[in-house]
């Protein structure tokens, strides 16, 4: 049955629609939200604080089974805000009629889903997204997820993740913008813009949710969902600034997260969500738990039962409950025996009313079930370009030893490695509804690159991974296999050229994937050493989710090349990358370590008070008697198939007054001959400060496009706002001293000039 009845209601507020209340000075929108909250028992209203799983997937411990009916039957009592995993036209509009034609007041539910980097067509992983060091690349990737996503019933996206992380073990990392809180605020912007675009009401938009509010990726030793300890100054100028800048672009929604920060869960952190989010940014929009997160505090020992969590999470400012059902069982009493007052209850209700407002769906509940629009906006040719587009910018240069790359595209090509023939690890463990081994294949992006001018032959070498793959299955990693070395070698002896895809499954990244070693797993390495011995010229692909230490390639392979996990059009953007169809131009958005002992190893490091040995001196210092203190790649590295100069580094002043600004400017010159990009970065280092600062900052970055032989002067500003930091006593703002700015192709290589700011 569709829609035959429309809640009077409804018509009351379309009438009211964009007019401004002539007693106050509310918005229409606002005025909308009062007129239904005063209609609303207790009852109702904790309603919507409810969310509730569907039946598409579950993302944490599955609800009771058979508690489907109790749900359906609670949606028709008006007893549910929202849902997530419920999708498709069909299905979102058939759980929608149950809110809006049985329930009292007819309030539409909002319809939540993790589309992380796709919907059905993939874009690659975030944390590859970040590599492109272009914005652009974020928002065109989340556009087009939100196209497909709302075309399949969705209002409403778990991401950006925007978690900060320094670790490499935390399965997780393949979802963060990696270890920089600028780069990682310059994206959440791009991603939220993408998802939400200029209008909510615009069925092809999502509200976005900036997760996971906060300091997630910094649980100890990397095990997911484990704690976080880490002082106020690491949370305030290294976590949050991402998602201060997601509340500054208009993100609609926050989710909290699993993690505790010093003894309080950040479900139940009034610090952050209250004070800081809804407090000093002035968020408007609502905060959802993570999964369950609201009744984990009982687990964490933060609550003692249903009532404590429920009185701590509302308090705090956890306006939804995800699937936890803590507000549904215990609110009702806390509210009823005074413990709180019902206008924390309000509030909670009124911010999410007002996003149900904001994405229409009082107008036209069912504005995003349209299963023509799901048909025709799927997987489509100028998705697919999309995400091949954002593929190839996103793919790191890490090694290119004699110009190897690009490839020609003749003579004979050795393509081994089982990754290489893998069209479903391309697709990413966060993969939404992407279609089991519906990615191009690094196999075939070559083969249809070359066509019939080359002759490509392909042989699986190792084995990865055996049994089952999935979401919900733990990976099993065939750790010795030789079986198939011999023809491998065979191949890469008869061959002009070997391709070697490297790496790992995706589902050994993603939530509930933590590893304790960051190796490549299984034989790969040794087939790698046999492949060296009989052919020198082999090219190294490394598809993967996190910073891995690669220290035998870095030193024996001639060519390497970070892959990632890139999506649906994988094997074509390797391809236009290897054959120079693209001059890669990624750098990389976190430190690549010589050994998992190096880990948390970033370049926004600290001083420290024994940073050099002192004299004769060599072994009270900070330093390892194994390894040096460097990355083997350092943030921000990234090669071209030409070069980059920088000269010219020049400040317009060397001392500047708070309200003044200094201007930075470079020349960087494209020595090479073939046109490339660079992501010319900008960095600055606070001498001193109220608390220390770290050795470099990134505060600024342009990709710019150079052709062979161009110059091209760059300008930078420093301003008040590029020097101010968290201080010791918690504000924001700068302080007088001395400074240092630095300009280079990444993070170690830079050109430097001192300032002072008075
Ligand atoms: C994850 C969130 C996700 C949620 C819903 C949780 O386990 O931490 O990132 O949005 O599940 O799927």
């Not at 589309?115 to 690659?124: D, F, L, Q």
């Not at 610090?271 to 993570?290: A, I, Y």
């Not at 070693?517 to 052919?535: A, F, R």
């Amino acid at each position: 049955m569709r829609i035959t009845f429309i809640n009077s209601l409804f018509i009351g507020f379309i009438l009211l629609q964009n007019c401004n209340s002539p007693e106050t000075n509310m918005s229409a929108t606002d005025q909308r939200v009062e007129d239904l909250l005063k209609q609303m028992t207790l009852e109702e209203k904790i309603g919507q604080l409810n969310l509730y799983n569907g039946t598409w997937d579950v993302t944490g411990p599955a609800p009771a089974e058979g508690d489907s009916k109790e749900k359906y039957d609670n949606i028709k009592k008006g007893l549910v805000g929202g849902m997530l995993n419920i999708l498709t036209a069909e299905a979102t509009r058939e759980a929608q009629e149950l809110a809006v034609e049985n329930s009292r007041l007819g309030i539409p539910l909002i319809f939540g889903y993790d589309v992380v980097h796709g919907y059905k067509t993939m874009a690659p992983i975030p944390l590859a997204q970040a590599a492109s060091w272009d914005p652009e690349v974020a928002r065109k990737s989340n556009e087009v997820a939100a196209l497909e996503a709302s075309s399949a019933g969705v209002h409403w996206s778990y991401a950006p993740m925007i978690d900060v992380t320094r670790d490499p073990r935390w399965g997780r990392m393949m979802e963060s913008p990696g270890e920089d809180p600028y780069l990682a605020s310059r994206f959440a912007e791009a991603w939220v813009d993408g998802f939400q675009g200029e209008d909510l009401a615009n069925p092809h938009t999502l509200a976005a949710c900036a997760k996971h509010f906060a300091g997630y990726g910094f649980v100890e030793a990397g095990r997911d969902y484990n704690s976080a300890d880490i002082s106020l100054q690491t949370l305030y100028n290294i976590s949050l600034p991402p998602f201060k800048a997601a509340a500054k672009a208009g993100v609609a929604t926050v989710m909290n997260s699993f993690n505790e920060i010093a003894g309080v869960p950040a479900t139940g952190s009034e610090l952050l969500q209250r004070d800081l989010l809804k407090g000093d940014w002035e968020f408007s929009g609502f905060v959802v738990s993570d999964w369950a997160s609201v009744g984990e505090m009982i687990t964490h020992g933060f609550a003692g039962d249903d009532a404590e969590a429920a009185y701590k999470a509302l308090k705090a400012g956890s306006d939804m409950d995800m699937e936890a059902r803590v507000y549904e069982r215990a609110l009702g009493k806390v509210i009823n025996d005074g413990q709180l007052d019902v206008s924390l209850v309000d509030d909670a209700v009124r911010r999410i009313l007002k996003v149900k407002f904001d994405l229409g769906l009082f107008d036209d509940p069912y504005l995003y079930c349209d299963s023509e629009k799901e048909q025709n906006n799927l997987l489509t040719p100028d998705n697919l370009a999309a995400s091949r587009d954002a593929a190839k910018k996103s793919i790191v240069l890490l090694k290119n030893k004699n110009n190897l790359l690009p490839l020609k595209k003749s003579g004979s090509i050795a393509v081994i490695g089982s990754l290489a023939e893998s069209k479903d690890i391309p697709l990413g463990s966060w993969r939404a509804q992407a279609v089991t081994n519906s990615a191009v294949s690094l196999l075939e992006g070559i083969q249809s690159a070359v066509g019939t001018n080359a002759q490509v032959n392909y042989t699986p070498g190792y084995t990865l991974t055996e049994g089952l793959r999935s979401f919900t299955t733990e990976l099993n990693i065939v750790t010795e296999d030789k079986s198939g070395f011999a023809k491998a070698i065979a191949l890469a002896k008869s061959s002009d050229v070997v391709i070697l895809a490297m790496g790992e499954d995706c589902w050994q990244t993603g939530e509930g994937r933590s590893q304790t070693s960051i190796n490549l797993k299984g034989s790969q390495e040794d087939l790698l050493k046999e492949l060296l011995k009989v052919n020198p010229n082999v090219v190294i692909t490394l598809m993967n989710g996190r910073s891995l230490a690669i220290p035998y390639l870095a030193e024996n392979a001639p060519a390497i090349l970070e892959v990632w996990h890139l999506g649906s059009e994988a094997g074509n953007a390797i391809a236009d990358v290897l054959f120079g169809d693209y001059n890669p131009s990624g750098k990389l958005p976190v430190s690549f370590p010589r050994n998992l002992g190096q880990v948390p190893i970033y370049y926004n490091h600290k001083n420290g008070g024994r940073p050099v040995p002192d004299g004769g001196n060599t072994v009270f210092w900070s330093h390892y008697t194994d390894a040096p203190n460097t990355p083997l790649f350092p943030f921000g590295y990234g090669l071209s198939y030409t070069n980059f100069e920088y000269s010219d580094f020049k400040l317009s002043k060397n001392q500047m007054s708070a309200s003044e600004t200094i201007t930075v400017s470079v020349m960087v010159k494209n020595s090479g001959s073939v046109d490339g990009e660079e992501v010319v970065q900008f960095y600055i280092r606070d001498h001193v400060g109220s608390v220390t600062r770290p050795v470099k900052e990134l505060k600024g970055f342009q990709k710019i496009l150079l052709k062979a032989g161009e110059v091209r002067t760059l300008k930078f500003e420093i301003s008040q706002e590029t020097l101010s930091y968290y201080r010791l006593d918690l504000t924001f703002g700068t302080e007088p001293g001395d400074y240092t700015a630095m300009v280079g192709g990444n993070s170690e290589q830079v050109l430097s000039a001192g300032f002072e700011l008075r």
